[in-house]
């Protein structure tokens, strides 16, 4: 038995959803490999061979591995699966962009966004943006599994892989990437930070919401998140969403602001340790999940935590 | 050029759902059913396509139970020009089995883009344009926020880990869609009255030759834990004490 995962990373650094997804791996149990796909991606692969219990870690750099072109992967990864019972990628926006591509390449059903491990052929995922979780059995000799970081602790440090390189097969000409524009900022990333700032609809504008929900952020070290209501509205940009089709998060602390607690926003922060609504309608929805409710306009509330955090 | 949208019937989103006690799975009897909400975005975008002269034809699929009629009725309104219904009766189909349906109309419609909703609220999966991309052998283009169409290429801006990225895409190719591409139209009651005109061909999936059985075993569909609620405090103040105390979080 052994158990590919594929590596999150940004062809510098290493994401802690990594980990978490090696964890995920190694409940289901055999020797566990990790491919580190990208381009200049040596330092990643360094570090995922400091994982403990992964067997070997596998390098594959070009180009378009390194612009996440799904065609890319799935003609390395195919292949490759020949030498595996199952491949496993954590669920972020990447991850769920290329897995069904191999799953479906493979003629193998994939199994979504798993957040446990019953045994190597039975999983627990969320359906129904997380109000109910179902048990699945699969039959089928090789498995494709996108797995939900939070939901599983991160392998510890202390391993020393070796780094194997493999050969990146020939792009794909029929697509081909143009340019992005990513977020840059110095706070920790919203999926993997220990504390998230939410900020909703009822802040009104951008202008307002970088003026509230930003300097808490800063103040508690936190990462910044929104409704899906504050990013429809142009108050934050897309990769703050937290929720049913955003980011899943499970900090220590969530503190949401103005955010009355939509269904598909509860699926994206239900899981959190420790969660602080702040919203002056006492009946939101958001203070049934909420450990400490305070129910007041976060115009006057906000600057009063500021103060009270000193 | 033509353009294929794939649509599916949901569980309306502001349903709350129940889990049957008997833990075999979700109660949808008497319940409100809806188009998908990201389909009805990729409904949009393709009539959109039409109302700009990129695109000549729009046709709408849905792979499911013979009610998908109804959804597939909403699209023809919101300005779709033909419906096909592949007739799954009461089966319960995998992304897999969709995504090989969907191929096989593919085969018989042959469209230049096949334009559809990044996931279905029910399932969660986010795998069926992903899945009729690889058995096509088409490129993708996921999670898409803005789309451009123009000799013979898409230039696709996608939501992304971290941002947005942009990639161009040789036609045929499929397109995924996210929440920002578009805010769906109401359909009007006159084109509510048209649509009831429009062509919808129906066919039942076993006609289409493809393999659709389950390789996953639904064991059992079980209620989340539930979160005890908590309590309110008086002020920031009195927050940031039990955050420090009770909590241990600061």
């Known amino acids: 038995m052994a158990v590919l995962v594929l590596a999150d990373h940004d062809n510098a650094s290493l994401k802690d959803s990594t980990h978490k997804t090696v964890s995920a791996a190694q409940a289901i149990g055999g020797d566990v490999d990790v491919l580190v796909a990208g381009q200049n991606a ?29 065609e890319a992967f799935e003609a390395l990864i195919v292949p490759l699966a020949a030498n595996y019972d199952a491949v496993l990628t954590p669920a972020t926006a990447q991850g769920k962009n290329l897995s069904p591509r191999i799953a479906a390449k493979l003629d193998v059903s994939q199994i979504s966004d798993i957040v446990g491990v019953v045994d190597a052929n039975t999983f627990v995922r969320p359906i129904y943006a997380g109000n109910a979780l179902e048990t699945v059995q699969s039959s089928e000799a090789k498995k494709v599994i996108t797995v939900r970081p939070t939901a599983f602790k991160a392998a510890a440090e202390g391993g020393s892989a070796s780094v194997e390189s493999v050969a990146a097969p020939a792009a794909p000409a029929k697509v081909r990437f143009i340019d992005q524009r990513l977020v840059k900022s110095a706070r920790p990333e919203l999926a993997g930070a220990k504390i998230v700032v939410s900020g909703g609809r009822a802040l009104g504008s951008a202008e307002e919401f970088q003026k509230v929900i930003e300097p808490l952020a800063d103040k508690l070290g936190a990462a910044v998140g929104a409704s899906r209501a504050a990013v429809d509205a142009g108050y934050a940009p897309n990769d703050y969403q ?22 598909q926003h509860l699926a994206g922060m239900k899981d959190s340790k420790v969660i602080v609504a702040i919203n002056k309608d006492p009946d939101a929805p958001i203070f049934q999940v909420a450990d400490f409710g305070l129910v007041a306009d976060y115009k006057t509330a906000v600057p009063e935590l500021m103060a009270a955090l000193g | 050029m033509k353009v294929l949208v794939p649509v599916k019937r949901v569980i309306d989103y502001n349903v709350k759902v129940r889990v049957k006690p008997d833990q075999t799975g979700v109660d949808l009897a008497n319940v409100k059913m809806s188009m998908n909400p990201f389909d009805e975005i990729s409904v949009e975008e393709a009539v959109r396509l039409k109302e700009k002269g990129v695109a000549t034809e729009v046709v709408v699929v849905s792979v499911g139970p013979t009610q998908a009629q109804e959804t597939l009725r909403t699209a023809l309104a919101m300005g779709a020009d033909r419906a096909i219904l592949v007739d799954a009766g009461a089966q319960d189909l995998e992304p897999l089995a969709v995504a090989k349906a969907l191929k096989a109309v593919v085969g018989e419609e042959s469209p230049e883009v096949v334009v559809i909703g990044k996931q279905a609220i029910d399932g969660d999966n986010n795998a069926v344009g992903q899945m009729l991309a690889a058995l096509l052998d088409w490129p993708q283009a996921t999670f898409a926020s803005e789309v451009e169409i123009a000799g013979g290429k898409a230039k696709v801006t996608r939501e992304v880990d971290g941002g ?54 639904v064991l059992k569909v079980a209620e989340p834990p539930k979160r005890a609620g908590g309590v309110k405090v008086e002020s920031a103040a009195d927050l940031v004490t039990k955050l420090k105390t009770e909590a241990g979080v600061l």
Do not use: C, F, H, W
């Not at chain 1, 980011?247 to 939509?262: D, T, W």
């Not at chain 2, 190719?173 to 996210?178: E, P």
């Open chain 2, 164 to 217: 947005l990225q942009t990639l161009e895409a040789d036609l045929p190719a499929v397109i995924t869609v996210d929440l920002r591409l578009n805010e769906p139209r109401y359909a009007s009651l006159p084109n509510i009255m048209k649509a009831k005109k429009k062509p919808l061909d129906v066919k039942p999936l076993d006609s289409l030759g493809v393999d659709a059985a389950p390789r996953l075993k």
């Open chain 1, 242 to 263: 937290v929720g049913q089709t955003g980011k899943v998060v499970a900090p220590e602390l969530y503190v949401a602001i103005g955010i009355s607690g939509a269904i």
């Open chain 1, 42 to 70: 040596k330092a990643v692969a360094e570090a995922a061979s400091k994982i403990a219990g992964v067997r070997k870690v596998l390098l594959a750099e070009s180009a378009e591995l390194g612009q996440g072109l799904a």
